[in-house]
């Protein structure tokens, strides 16, 4: 896991503040349907369960959940982000995941997407840990490297895309995040999005500049970089890119 220091939970806040009234449109993977049950098939819901939604921004994954569980709650600190997940959620919490404001082994289910690249992963996890009741699940969904041979590459067009963000992933950085967190029966699934490059970084809060510098990683990629990305520039030059996301699940020990 590569990790920057210089990211505040201020930077956080602006960045997504000015994200908001386009975030669901963002990038395909937002609304993905395809996504969205990949993750639920391996949740195991039922109506029993009470479940938590980690950065639940606009309340995405929420929709999903909601109605598959007995009670949903979502906990996110930007306000403009979280207003519009009102509607999807029973209860909406404003806070933050490194400090989660609920007693312990209260949830039989805690999921983030997109979420602990913003934050002291560790510190999150071992929080999403804390509240999850004994066989209970930590679900954590995060775009990833694929290895060696196009980490450095796409970790500069993940900094380019997102200046707030502050941890970048392989998918084993996943797996040792809930190891550490005392969760047993980890597993990490991928799941491929192809995205188009150019929607995906018109995310409405970085500049021109920013954006031709993504565009320029993508026109000189390396071979290795190419070899598992399966970078398509098409006609009229938009650009689509193989996009990885670990889906990381692990179970606290009963």
Not at 24 to 31: L, M, P, Q, V
Not at 69 to 74: E, N, P, W, Y
């Amino acid at each position: 896991m590569r990790t920057r220091n210089d990211v505040t939970p201020q930077t956080v806040v602006s960045h997504f503040t000015a994200r908001a009234f386009k975030y669901d449109d963002s990038s395909k993977w937002c609304t993905d349907a395809a996504m969205l049950e990949a993750i639920v098939a391996r949740l195991g819901l039922d109506q029993r369960q009470m479940a938590l939604d980690i950065a639940c921004g606009t309340g995405l994954v929420s929709r999903r959940l909601r109605g598959q569980v007995k009670a949903l709650v979502g906990i996110d600190f930007t306000d403009a982000m979280f207003d519009q997940a009102r509607p999807h959620v029973d209860a909406l919490v404003k806070g933050s995941a490194e400090e989660l404001p609920f007693a312990g082994q209260r949830f039989d289910l805690v999921v983030e997407r997109q979420g602990i690249q913003f934050m002291n992963a560790a510190t999150a996890v071992a929080e999403m840990a804390r509240v999850t009741k004994p066989g209970g699940k930590v679900c954590l969904v995060q775009l990833c490297a694929y290895g060696d041979e196009d980490q450095e590459e796409y970790f500069e067009i993940l900094r380019l895309r997102n200046p707030a963000r502050r941890n970048f992933f392989r998918r084993e950085d996943l797996a040792r995040l809930l190891a550490e967190a005392g969760c047993t029966a980890v597993t990490v699934t991928d799941f491929i999005s192809d995205e188009d490059v150019e929607r995906w970084a018109d995310n409405g809060a970085i500049e021109d500049e920013r954006r031709q510098g993504i565009r320029d990683i993508y026109h000189s990629a390396s071979p290795g970089f190419n070899r598992y990305h399966a970078v398509r520039i098409e006609e009229g030059g938009k650009i689509i890119d193989r996009m990885l996301f670990g889906i990381a699940i692990g179970v606290i020990p009963g």
